[in-house]
């Protein structure tokens, strides 16, 4: 079978677990800007750019995958939300995106088949691409409204470049993540849909929204159910939200997408909201406790966790998850679902 059939077939039985942060993890080896670069001769100082640890510190990344596979993580994303070139010429390294993606995936490759080796149980890697630090939709001179800083067809060729990569060394869906222009999400979806052409076979997709406030929109505008109806075309194998806040702040909009969408729900809640410094303080316990609700609704056939989750978190989920009944994916109502920054519904 093919990685997403497997996966359809697995989360049809139970619960699956994803992953958590890679940005957590890194922030708690608090190393220096030289253990960054490990002797790279690039121009910018590299302390931040967690990504480029992938190929200069790929043994903190490996075992980073590996506290979250021991956790129970059957999903293992790649650590390459930056590793983009428009988001590393913030750091004058654009010439390493494709050794970044490439060593990546190829060290969650190896995770997850060691671990599927050991135990029989089946593990899938996502290549995760983040949304950039440019917007297509909005533009970033307010006496301008029309001005943008990048072209929906230099996206869409910055994450071909990175999709390319990602699946030479090994992932099995490329995962769409922390969507907050609906518009750059398209971009990613259309380069994916042309890399699967090019390869003649299967590229799965994943796509995971982020909310920017509480009334359920992202920074584009659209609502959850309006985020559906724009990228449902691509038949991805799983939507979503993650960031955005904690479980018990996402759980009315994951209410909203449940009965619309008919494929697989994923989601991956911060822990909690930050506190006045910018840090997480909900317990692995309290974040399990809320997803739990989730599991009671029937609200989500995939779970992890985003930013200041740890592996402790994702233990704690997946413990609050055994033996609980998945999301029932609905059959698809026969009317035509076309959105603005909200859906519309013109029913057969």
């Known amino acids: 079978m093919s990685a997403s059939q497997t996966l359809r077939a697995e989360a049809a039985k139970r619960i699956l677990i ?10 708690g080896e608090r190393l220096s800007a030289e253990a960054y670069c490990a002797g790279l001769d690039l121009m910018k100082d590299q302390k931040g750019n967690n990504d480029l640890l992938n190929i200069t510190q790929s043994q903190i ?7 979250f596979a021991d956790s129970g993580a059957e999903i293992l994303a790649t650590n390459t939300f930056n590793a983009n070139r428009i988001s590393q010429a913030d750091y004058a390294a654009e010439h390493l995106v494709g050794d970044i993606n490439r060593k990546s995936a190829l060290i969650m ?4 088949d060691r671990y599927t080796a050991k135990d029989g149980r089946p593990r899938w890697v996502a290549g995760a691409l983040g949304p950039t630090n440019k917007t297509l939709s909005l533009s970033p001179d307010v006496n301008d409204p029309a001005y943008r800083e990048v072209d929906f067809d230099t996206v869409k060729h910055v994450y071909r470049e990175q999709i390319d990569a990602l699946v030479e060394g090994g992932v099995d869906f490329i995962l769409v993540e922390t969507v907050f222009d609906t518009l750059n999400a398209k971009a990613a979806i259309m380069a994916t849909l042309e890399a699967e052409q090019a ?4 590229l799965p997709l994943m796509v995971s929204m982020t909310l920017t406030d509480l009334s359920g929109r992202n920074l584009s505008g659209h609502t959850v159910e ?9 038949k991805p194998v799983t939507i979503g939200l993650n960031c955005s806040f904690g479980a018990s702040q ?11 969408a008919d494929t697989l729900i994923m989601a991956y809640p911060n822990a909690g909201l930050p506190n006045d410094l910018g840090e997480y303080d909900e317990a ?19 779970v992890g966790g985003c930013c200041g989750t740890t592996p402790a978190h994702i233990a704690a989920i997946a413990q ?20 603005g920054l909200e859906p519309m519904v013109i029913a057969a």
Do not use: M
């Open 284 to 302: 692995a316990s309290e974040t399990a406790a809320q997803v739990s609700e989730w599991f009671d609704a029937g609200l989500v056939n995939i």
């Open 199 to 202: 390869l003649g076979r299967e």
């Open 109 to 112: 490759r190896e995770v997850a």
């Open 226 to 234: 309006a985020f559906w109806a724009t990228v449902r075309h691509a």
């Open 18 to 27: 994803k992953d958590g942060p890679y940005g957590t993890g890194i922030q």
């Open 320 to 339: 609050a998850a055994q033996g609980r009944a998945p999301r029932q994916v609905p059959t698809a109502a026969r009317q035509t679902l076309l959105a």
């Open 61 to 67: 990344v490996r075992a980073i995958c590996e506290r």
């Open 250 to 260: 996402i759980r009315p909009h994951l209410v909203a997408l449940n009965t619309l």
